[in-house]
Structure formats: structure tokens, C-alpha cells
């Protein structure tokens, strides 16, 4: 019993220890981590706990601060002794020794079913080891998901076929069907796992360009293992595509092109063009990547009802806190105006806080300077709005 303060002392010294990247979650980067795996020798967040404690047989999980460290539960002295001599930059180099780069890590405000296969793969299935096999990039794929309806709330099961020489997904109502129901260009695809949205752990919007509008498609499967590899595989294939339309470009800057998620979602009211129709509520997301606003009537709208390119502050694009005089909201007050070359879009936030975090998004896009990926659409895509 006496033994139990040195040893949650000297558990916490190694959490601080420099050099050892304790401070932060082995797994998916959480900032102070507090439980510790004294099987591999790593200190990992609460979530990322959760899903050690379903393989005991390779992992054994406690808390550094609240459960006891003595004899009576595991042999101290040597489980400190391990955990001293491994630490979480070690770990990580022996089994994330050879992970793809098209290959999601998650990070730690991802949702679970990306966590819980991101572990799975390093430390049961042993998949990025130096002494493994020789990871191949998916190629196609093939394999049936769940779709939500394009006009109703109903999902039914859809064939998928990814042909990533080709560059294509393609989808199927018919399970022995020749004519695909649509053909997706992997150039304008992205992937998101959108889980409380679709309202499933494993549910992934997939969205892509059609007729100059945004392309929703709403999937899941039942399993983790499936819908993740699904999304690691349209990756792969994004890659593969951006390696060829960008040969001069290094790798590493093509990667964080290959998915993305929305800076920020979330509803807000709008006005019309001229300002004085009434404000409708409406749902907003945010993409970084492409400098994009789009709006929803709903969530989970297959297409958007407006979008709106967002240039940098050179090119006369702006946001202010508040809205223009004389203009007051319908139910909500906290207000900002978007200022673009052709208008002003007047919104309103639910509160004072949501007010904020948008503006806060939008500034860090105005103020983010246009890269070559995304400068291939400003052109088409600038101030674009359908209401």
C-alpha cells in the first residue's frame, strides 16, 4: 500500500518525461493523456482506452491517476521498468514503422469507428510493422453499402465498384446490375465520416461535383473494418490521381488533398441577395480545402441550394461581425456579413458562441492564401450562389 504514491509518481514523471512524446495520446495525438497500457508500454487518451480494453490479450489498460499501481494488481517494478524503457515514440516506431501515405490517422476529435480500426491495425493486426508484408496500394474494390435515398430518409443496399486505374466509383440500385446508376470522377471526390449526421457509427458522406452542383451521397456499412478500408481505398485511388495530375508536386503535399473534413457545420439564417426577404434557417458547412460555403435546406440534402467561393482579402473578400444597419435577424440575433466581389451574404447564429467559431472559420479561410489545387476552381466556382 505504501508503494503507491512513489509509483503514481514516477507514472507521472514519464508522462512528462521529454523526448518520449508521453504528453500526447499514442493513438490519435489527444493532448495529456491519462491511462496508461502497460502491455505495450504506451500512455493513451480515455477514448482511445476504451478500445484497448476490447483486446486484453494485447493490451491492459489503467489510469495513471485513479486506479492503484501496487503489487496486488501487476508486478510494478517491472511494468515501470517497461513502460520507462518504451515510452510512446518508441512504440509508435516499431508499429507504425511503414504506414501508407494514403492511410487515415486519426486524429483526436475523429470519430470512434476511424480510431477503433487505426488500433486494430497497428497492434492486432500488425499491419505497418518494418518486418511485415509489403503493403500494396488497394487497386479497385468492390462490395455492397448502405445508401440513404435521394428523396427520402430510406437506406437501401447499394453495389459500389471502385476502378482506380481508371479513376472512377461507380454505384449500382441492381445487385447483378451492367448500368451503373452514377459514375463518380475520383478528381472531384472527397470522403467524410459524418457519424451523427447520418446518425450511424459508421457513416460516411461521400460527395463529388454533378452539373456544378455538390453531390451527396449518405453510406455506411455494419461493419468498421469494411467502411474504413472503403475509405482508405477512395484515398488511395485520390493519390493515385493527384500524382499524375501534379508530377511536379511532392507527395506530402498532395496528402492532405486526398480527403478533408468541413472546417465547420452547423445552421445558421440568411437573407436574400437584396437583403430585405425573410431569413430562412438554413445548414452550413464549411470546406477549407476548397474555399467553400455551401447551404442546405437539411442536413442531409443530396445537393446543397447554394455555395459561395471564398477568395483572400487581396481579392476583396471579407467578414464582419455583426449585421448591416438597419437589418435585424428573425428568431436569432448574433449576426455576420460575408463580403464578396459580387455580394453580401447576412447571416445569423444561434448564439454568441456558434457566432464566433463561424467567424473565427471564415477568417482562417480569407486570410489563408489560394493554393494551386484550389485555384483550379475559383475561376468557375467564384461567388456562386443559386438563392
Known amino acids: 500500500m505504501g508503494d503507491r504514491e512513489p509509483n503514481k509518481k514516477r507514472l507521472l514523471e514519464l508522462l512528462r518525461a521529454p523526448d518520449t512524446g508521453n504528453a500526447y495520446c499514442a493513438d490519435c495525438g489527444a493532448a495529456?493523456?491519462?491511462?496508461?497500457?502497460y502491455k505495450l508500454g504506451i500512455f493513451i487518451c480515455l477514448n482511445c482506452c476504451g478500445v484497448h480494453r476490447n483486446f486484453p490479450d494485447i493490451s491492459?489498460?489503467?489510469s495513471?491517476?485513479?486506479d492503484f499501481w501496487d503489487d496486488s494488481i501487476v508486478e510494478v517494478a517491472v511494468v515501470l521498468q517497461f513502460m520507462t524503457h518504451n515510452g510512446n515514440l518508441r512504440v509508435k516506431a516499431k508499429f507504425e514503422a511503414r504506414v501508407p501515405a494514403f492511410y487515415y490517422i486519426p486524429q483526436a476529435n475523429d470519430c470512434l469507428v476511424l480510431k477503433e480500426q487505426w488500433i486494430r491495425a497497428k497492434y492486432e493486426r500488425r499491419e505497418f510493422m518494418a518486418d511485415g508484408e509489403t503493403i500494396l496500394l488497394p487497386g479497385n474494390r468492390?462490395?455492397?453499402l448502405w445508401k440513404r435515398g435521394r428523396d427520402n430518409s430510406q437506406f437501401?443496399?447499394?453495389?459500389?465498384?471502385?476502378?482506380?486505374r481508371e479513376g472512377l466509383l461507380k454505384y449500382y440500385t441492381k445487385e447483378g446490375g451492367k448500368n451503373p446508376k452514377a459514375v463518380i470522377s475520383i478528381k472531384d471526390l472527397n470522403a467524410t465520416f459524418q457519424t451523427e449526421k447520418i446518425g450511424h457509427p459508421h457513416g460516411l458522406q461521400i460527395t463529388y461535383r454533378r452539373d456544378g452542383h455538390i453531390r451527396n451521397l449518405f453510406v455506411y456499412h455494419e461493419s468498421g473494418k469494411e467502411i474504413v478500408d472503403w475509405f482508405n481505398a477512395l484515398r488511395a485511388a485520390r493519390l493515385q490521381y493527384l500524382k499524375l495530375a501534379f508530377p511536379e508536386l511532392p507527395e506530402s503535399e498532395l496528402v492532405p488533398f486526398l480527403t478533408r473534413n468541413y472546417l465547420k457545420q452547423g445552421f445558421m439564417e440568411k437573407t436574400g441577395p437584396k437583403q430585405r426577404e425573410p431569413f430562412k434557417k438554413r445548414w452550413f458547412a464549411l470546406d477549407c480545402h476548397e474555399r467553400r460555403l455551401l447551404y442546405y435546406k437539411n442536413p442531409l440534402d443530396a445537393f446543397e441550394q447554394g455555395q459561395v467561393f471564398l477568395g483572400n482579402k487581396e481579392q476583396g473578400y471579407e467578414v464582419y461581425e455583426d449585421l448591416p444597419k438597419g437589418i435585424r435577424g428573425n428568431r436569432w440575433k448574433a449576426g455576420l456579413t460575408i463580403v464578396t466581389p459580387e455580394r453580401r451574404y447576412v447571416l445569423t447564429c444561434p448564439n454568441e458562441k456558434e457566432q464566433q467559431e463561424w467567424l473565427e472559420s471564415l477568417r482562417g479561410v480569407l486570410s489563408s492564401p489560394l493554393t494551386l489545387l484550389n485555384r483550379l476552381t475559383a475561376s468557375t466556382e467564384s461567388g456562386r450562389s443559386s438563392r
Open 64 to 66: 495513471v491517476r485513479l
Open 32 to 37: 495529456d493523456p491519462d491511462w496508461a497500457s
Open 60 to 62: 491492459r489498460v489503467k
Open 142 to 144: 468492390e462490395g455492397f
Open 156 to 164: 437501401l443496399r447499394r453495389r459500389f465498384v471502385l476502378l482506380a
